[in-house]
């Protein structure tokens, strides 16, 4: 068992990232290919989109972090990202993306 399902076995992770099929650049698709692999052996959830403008990762149904940086992805000098803490948000965003819970 790794460290994080160590620390955390009673947590559900859930990321959205862009699906790395679109990715163009042969390299960052590849990356993006071994990174969502890797998370999904540590137990998390990754959904893939297509055209993913805000990116969002929701924490044990209760923590959302919400923003344009993409968690597995380049980022620019602007980009941010907002820390929710509600039961309620992290709901609805789970289910306008189709989320597993």
Not at 21 to 27: D, I
Request: positive net charge.
């Amino acid at each position: 068992m790794n460290k994080l399902n160590q620390q955390s076995n009673s947590l559900i992770f859930s990321v959205v990232t862009t699906d790395y099929h679109a990715l163009k650049n042969k390299s960052h698709r590849e990356n993006q290919k071994k990174l969502v692999k890797q998370l999904k052996v540590d137990g998390f959830s990754v959904t893939l989109q297509l055209n993913v403008q805000q990116h969002c990762v929701v924490i044990d149904s209760k923590i959302v972090w919400y923003g344009n940086i993409d968690v597995l992805g380049r980022n620019k000098a602007e980009s941010s990202f907002i820390r929710l803490e509600s039961p309620l948000i992290s709901k609805e965003i789970k289910e306008i993306l189709k989320l597993k819970s």
